[in-house]
């Protein structure tokens, strides 16, 4: 059964929009970040490490967002022509910003943690006019990602952004990356990430993310059918609530609840995992898959990138996925 409908006569499969920030993750493991030395440096930020696994997997991307006026932003430029991603919609700041920071610290497999330095970050400068109509008009998919809102002038950029891919029909994806300290208040967040999802196809978040949507709402039992069933009276038509370890849960617009089973994995870090599900579940669906093999499918590259130090630079291939999944099946890997 087909759940959404991707329109076929568009140049660029996928354009995605919002944070475009640097990735330090530090190379000795197992201690906590105050006895870390040396880190590794990657791009980073949610929607461009979507956008990264998107092109790995052969799709013909382009992104939509601002970089600081100094080495840092040109290394993110680059890095994303150098993996086949448009970068026409990649404007350069003039107001002196700077690129965001994420220093992650790898305590265990399980014990990650991340510092932010977002101050007059660079990727929340984005204004409406910098957004390219003809840059969505050509795309089938529009992905957004909530830590875009937190700010003006990136906050009406996105709604703009929004605005073109409705006129011109793209499906309209958010991914719901709520990052707290980028926001004034749980409220502000709410409201902002509620009146983005009214306008969206596909929404992907934690079971925590829809809570903090909730906060004016009465859902005390955090009920995902109550979640899902509010975006099916709006323009969803998949709602994706992640519940950790649990697995994710697809409902659609026949209240139907979609699992998957999961896969065992050597874990390094827990970073990247939302992500790199994203881009496999997206391909997937795109592909004219049923939701569980595309589910599935997001899930191995979940636990490809997990297994592996950095976020962008291991995103995986279609064939990376594909042996990862037989792999498993064959019982080769084992939960670390």
Same mark, same amino acid.
Request: hydrophobic fraction near 40%.
């Given at each position: 059964?087909? /759940?959404?409908?991707?329109?076929?006569?568009?140049?660029?499969?996928? =354009?995605?929009?919002?944070?475009?920030?640097?990735?330090?993750?530090?190379?000795?493991?197992?201690?906590?970040?105050?006895?870390?030395?040396?880190?590794?440096?990657?791009?980073?930020?949610?929607?461009?490490?979507?956008?990264?696994?998107?092109?790995?997997?052969?799709?013909?991307?382009?992104?939509?967002?601002?970089?600081?006026?100094?080495?840092?932003?040109?290394?993110?430029?680059?890095?994303?022509?150098?993996?086949?991603?448009?970068?026409?919609?990649?404007?350069?700041?003039?107001?002196?910003?700077?690129?965001?920071?994420?220093?992650?610290?790898?305590?265990?497999?399980?014990?990650?943690?991340?510092?932010?330095?977002?101050?007059?970050?660079?990727?929340?400068?984005?204004?409406?006019?910098?957004?390219?109509?003809?840059?969505?008009?050509?795309?089938?998919?529009?992905?957004?990602?909530?830590?875009?809102?937190?700010?003006?002038?990136?906050? &009406?950029?996105?709604?703009?952004?929004?605005?073109?891919?409705?006129?011109?029909?793209?499906?309209?994806?958010?991914?719901?990356? /709520?990052?707290?300290?980028?926001?004034? @208040?749980?409220?502000?967040?709410?409201? /902002?990430?509620?009146?983005?999802?009214?306008?969206?196809?596909?929404?992907?978040?934690?079971?925590?993310?829809?809570?903090?949507?909730?906060?004016?709402?009465?859902? &005390?039992?955090?009920?995902?059918?109550?979640?899902?069933?509010?975006?099916?009276?709006?323009?969803?038509?998949?709602?994706?609530?992640?519940?950790?370890? &649990?697995?994710?849960?697809?409902?659609?617009?026949?209240? &139907?609840?979609?699992?998957?089973? @999961?896969?065992?994995?050597?874990? =390094?870090?827990?970073?990247?995992?939302?992500?790199?599900?994203?881009?496999?579940?997206? /391909?997937?669906?795109?592909?004219?898959?049923?939701?569980?093999?595309?589910?599935?499918?997001?899930?191995?590259?979940?636990?490809?990138?997990?297994?592996?130090?950095?976020?962008?630079?291991?995103?995986?291939?279609?064939?990376?996925?594909?042996?990862?999944?037989?792999?498993?099946?064959?019982?080769?890997?084992?939960?670390?």
């Amino acid at each position: 059964m087909t /759940y959404v409908s991707f329109p076929t006569n568009k140049p660029l499969d996928f =354009v995605a929009i919002g944070r475009l920030c640097i990735d330090l993750n530090a190379n000795e493991i197992h201690r906590p970040m105050e006895e870390t030395m040396t880190f590794t440096k990657y791009v980073g930020g949610s929607p461009a490490n979507i956008t990264i696994g998107m092109s790995r997997l052969g799709l013909n991307t382009a992104f939509i967002g601002k970089v600081a006026n100094d080495q840092m932003g040109r290394f993110i430029t680059d890095y994303l022509q150098r993996n086949k991603i448009d970068t026409a919609g990649v404007v350069t700041d003039t107001t002196g910003a700077v690129t965001g920071l994420a220093f992650t610290e790898i305590k265990s497999p399980t014990d990650c943690s991340i510092l932010m330095y977002r101050d007059n970050a660079a990727d929340l400068k984005l204004t409406p006019n910098e957004v390219q109509e003809e840059l969505i008009a050509q795309a089938k998919v529009l992905l957004i990602s909530g830590t875009a809102l937190a700010k003006s002038p990136s906050r &009406e950029a996105v709604v703009q952004a929004l605005n073109y891919a409705k006129k011109h029909g793209a499906v309209i994806v958010f991914d719901l990356d /709520y990052r707290p300290y980028t926001w004034t @208040s749980p409220e502000e967040t709410a409201v /902002y990430y509620n009146l983005a999802a009214e306008k969206c196809d596909i929404i992907l978040g934690t079971r925590e993310e829809f809570d903090m949507m909730e906060c004016f709402e009465s859902n &005390e039992s955090s009920d995902d059918k109550v979640t899902a069933s509010k975006w099916f009276n709006h323009s969803a038509k998949i709602v994706i609530i992640k519940h950790g370890k &649990e697995g994710s849960i697809a409902y659609t617009q026949d209240d &139907e609840g979609h699992r998957a089973k @999961s896969f065992p994995a050597k874990v =390094v870090k827990t970073f990247g995992a939302g992500d790199s599900y994203a881009a496999g579940f997206l /391909y997937g669906v795109m592909q004219g898959w049923t939701l569980e093999k595309s589910m599935e499918f997001g899930s191995a590259a979940a636990c490809i990138v997990i297994s592996s130090h950095s976020c962008s630079d291991a995103m995986p291939t279609v064939n990376q996925v594909e042996d990862y999944i037989e792999r498993c099946n064959r019982n080769e890997i084992t939960a670390s």
